[in-house]
């Protein structure tokens, strides 16, 4: 997209354009609209309470901060969890390690749910709203940064307007405004990845110290901040083999490189500095220390690797259950044995270790929900539809014109042999190319949000097409994207402050999404300060509650009584009449056993009395 000129120009690598004299407006502009979604993200997140995720990871990032503690949250490397406890006071949590759960949870893992919501919600003291929406606001920042390395990158293709459309199109996207505020590290990876990607490019056209460190430090960041994050590996060792293949020459540290050889010396002298730097991280961020605890206490493997063996069985042929003789004949593979062998040897971080083990656990089984059908083996067509489901319509019109336009400028160059970019190409595509296939795979359907390190570099693409389209093709297209600028904000204004929820006009916004997607994509229990407010007004009301998520609602002065599937010794329903409030992940039968769902089901037939955020459904309930 870029009209620069210059020597890497005849190997399809463009040197970054000199945008000094707009660079100071188009700065402004997009701070200014990363500040408005840093606001609106917040104040939207503000009125909602902990997610089902965030109680744990809220007390895990504390404990890990002030205690150097790591059992709690094994499942997630660290560094984004430390990262958000900086914004803790010293006190802001108390804790009952005298509680024998906390002993317990060596040996069986689901005691740190337990005891981490416990502590948060049923500690004198502990302000849970408070502590949450700190780490909320905290980990937003990640959010503004990701939107302002995408914006930079679009500058550097196609100028002022191609930044402003890019950062735009990234502000304006609901999901990211409801993740980014999530305590959570999808949008952290997410930055990871994006931002290794744009440092490998701007290296790829020149290499400096500078850019070299930063593929270095970005490339070990990621393991230390998603257990997928050692997939972003393979991803810079393509874009590598890709620079070294490339013809022409390799500015490196102020010497034009031509020969492959010479170029294969510095790919894998930054690969190999990724390595050692990543490795060393990973022992810093967990304290310089194999046992997750600091009086030395370790994980029992035993449990989740009976876990993984029951899951892998039973996902060759789910709803069957697993025999004895199953479990007997089952051996462990190699992804096994190599966490195994590297705990006996001590040679990772243990929690590290179980963490990657807990991870493999839950790519096998996982319950799941699309289109009105359940499964505990994922969808093929799940992430597919729901990039469909859940991304507003202008955004994706906006991408069928890109791809469109640049399929139309390819096809232009090669018939005039002009060079192609081939290396920018590269380094926006091959990134999406294989988190994408990776995602594709894993049996996580779970939420749109496991996508983000995939679609979010199309607004690079977007945003760089909007800047040629604006510059080159004439009044026509500036009224298209002005158009398309109109109808994306409409969109996402009409769904705040319920952006989790979200989804797009055609499905028929949050009461469609029901039919559609569940977990994550609508209801992640985040909306009993909402049932706190109706029961308020409707003091006289018996309430019956059917309630997924981890926040407790007695905390917000919610009076109710359980339902099935909140309490294992009720099992039928209420004999008075009252307002049944039912989480619309259980009204999809999500989570539930099968007496469960048989007994939920007649209620996805009636209409509600209210839906309350898009995610607790309020029925009329008389027995008579």
Partial sequence: MSNVRGSAKDEGIEREPDRGSEG?????????????????????????????????????????????????????????????????????????????????????????????????????????????????????????????????????????????????????????????????NDVAITLVTVSLAYAAWLAGVRLTWGRALAVVGLAAAAPLTKFSGPVLFIVLAILLTVRVAAAGAWECFGRALVRRRAKAVVALGLFAGACVVAYAALWAVYSFRFAPAPDGSTWDFEPIVRENAVNQIAATHPGRGVTAEEFAAWRPGPIERSILSLNERRLLPQTALYGLLFTYRGSHLRASYLCGRLSDIGFTWYFPLAFVFKMPLATQLALGLTVGLLATLAWRYWRAGSAIDWWTAACLTIPTAVMGSVVLQARLNIGIRHLFPVYIFIYVWIGSAAGYAWRQLGRGARWIILGLAAA??????????????????????????????????LDWGQNLPLLARWQRAHPNRNLYLCYFGAANPSYYGIQYKLLPAMDPTVTTLPKE???????????????????EQRLYAPLRNQSPLEVLGGSIYLFEYDPR
């Fill in 24 to 184: 100071g407006r188009v700065a402004v502009a997009c701070g200014v609209m990363l500040v408005a979604f840093a606001v609106v993200s917040g104040t939207a997140i503000s009125g909602k309470c902990a997610g089902y995720d965030e109680p744990l990871h809220a007390v895990a990032a504390d404990v890990i901060q002030r205690y150097g503690d790591y059992r709690l949250n094994p499942e997630d490397p660290p560094l984004w969890q430390r990262f958000a406890a900086l914004s803790l006071p010293r006190n802001a949590l108390r804790y009952d390690f005298g509680d024998p759960e906390w002993g317990r949870i060596f040996r069986e893992q689901a005691y740190r749910f337990s005891w981490g919501v416990g502590a948060l919600y049923r500690t004198a003291g502990n302000d849970a709203d408070a502590v949450i929406m700190r780490l909320r606001l905290t980990l937003l920042l990640l959010g503004a940064a990701l939107g302002a390395v995408i914006g930079l990158w679009a500058w550097k293709l196609s100028g002022g307007v191609g930044a402003v459309a890019a950062t735009a199109v990234f502000v304006l996207d609901p999901n990211v405004l409801a993740h980014s505020a999530i305590v959570g």
């Fill in 577 to 595: 009449p009252g307002v049944i409030a039912i989480s619309a992940t259980y009204l999809q039968g999500l989570y539930l056993k099968p007496p």
């Fill in 488 to 521: 994306l904000a409409i969109e996402t204004a009409s769904a705040y402050p319920d952006f989790i929820p979200f989804f797009n006009a055609a499905c028929g916004g949050a009461r469609g999404g029901l039919n559609l997607l569940g977990d994550s994509n």
